[in-house]
């Protein structure tokens, strides 16, 4: 059986390592990137690349999405020569970003009219993993769609999971990094708090680490804070962006979240400090500067 023709757009690390991929596994792709260098990469692989979103929508079996933030996905499917202007009746639309759901289920509801599906597939793990097709991936959507797009997205993650109705791939990813940002935050304040109190922080790790509190989580932040070791790929201007968009989800829901409020002013203030293009434990350097108003 023949592989499906993939259109994928954003070549950042991630998007770009998912191509690499997809290419060493036989598929054949077209790309688009404003990153010259980027496209550059795929089609001395052997890639096609198009102008528009629209030209390749119309060129292509399954389009991929792994862009930064909700406005450019939609300004990517709504612009002139966008993707609504070009997608095929029964084609497929895969957002791997982390977007707004609410956003999703917009884009989703007006690809049908066109007659073409949409999952939203958020994805877990690193490039490195994109590279090797060993993500985490969770995705959304119509059971029959999803199961179109299933042998693609078990060529490119390890683990697929499928999680209700479109937008809640989306929902999840968000809470899942509400989480991880929170503890990130949480824990190099800690480390900061100890040092400004005298407190050994090697001991501080040991003693932690050795109770419930142990987490991956942890050991970046002690990476960071301890060694000096910046090793979580993820920025802090990245976390401000998703906490942002948890709490715009937690607002649509009707409902508010303190302890996500506080995790949202401290990455901001962080950003506004200088240290958005840092890792996520770099906030460290934020708070162990912090002092009483």
């Avoid at 770009?16 to 496209?39: I, S």
């Avoid at 956003?103 to 007006?110: A, E, M």
């Avoid at 989480?179 to 480390?191: D, E, K, L, P, Y």
Wanted: some cysteine; proline content about 3%; glycine content about 10%.
């Amino acid at each position: 059986m023949s592989k499906p023709t993939i259109g994928f757009i954003g070549l950042g690390l991630m998007g770009g390592n998912m191509v690499e991929n997809l290419q060493n596994k036989g598929y054949d792709v077209v790309v688009m990137d404003l990153n010259k260098e980027a496209v550059e990469k795929c089609t001395q692989r052997g890639a096609r690349t198009v102008s528009t979103a629209a030209e390749l929508a119309q060129s292509v079996d399954i389009i991929m999405l792994c862009l930064t933030t909700s406005a450019i996905v939609e300004k990517v499917v709504y612009s002139e020569n966008g993707i609504l202007d070009g997608i095929k009746e029964d084609s497929i639309v895969i957002d791997f970003g982390t977007s707004i759901p609410a956003s999703t289920r917009k884009i989703g509801k007006d690809l049908a009219s066109k007659g073409a599906g949409m999952i939203d597939a958020p994805l877990g793990r690193t490039p490195a993993h994109a590279k090797e097709g060993k993500l985490n991936i969770m995705a959304a959507g119509d059971p029959k769609t999803f199961e179109k797009v299933k042998p693609v997205l078990e060529d490119q993650g390890e683990n697929v999971f499928h999680l209700g109705d479109l937008g809640a791939g989306h929902t999840t990813k968000l809470i899942n990094n509400f989480i991880g940002m929170t503890t990130v935050c949480a824990m190099s304040q800690a480390f900061a708090i100890a040092d400004m109190a005298g407190v050994n922080k090697q001991q501080l790790f040991d003693i932690m680490f050795a109770g419930p509190s142990s987490s991956p989580f942890m050991q970046f932040c002690k990476n960071y804070a301890v060694d000096n070791v910046s090793d979580l790929g993820f920025s802090i201007a990245n976390a401000n962006k998703d906490l942002g968009y948890f709490l715009k989800m937690v607002d649509d829901l009707g409902t508010t979240s303190l302890i996500a409020n506080g995790s949202s002013s401290n990455l901001q203030a962080a950003f506004d400090a200088g240290l958005g293009k840092g890792n996520v434990p770099e906030i460290y350097d934020y708070f162990r500067a912090l002092k009483k108003a």
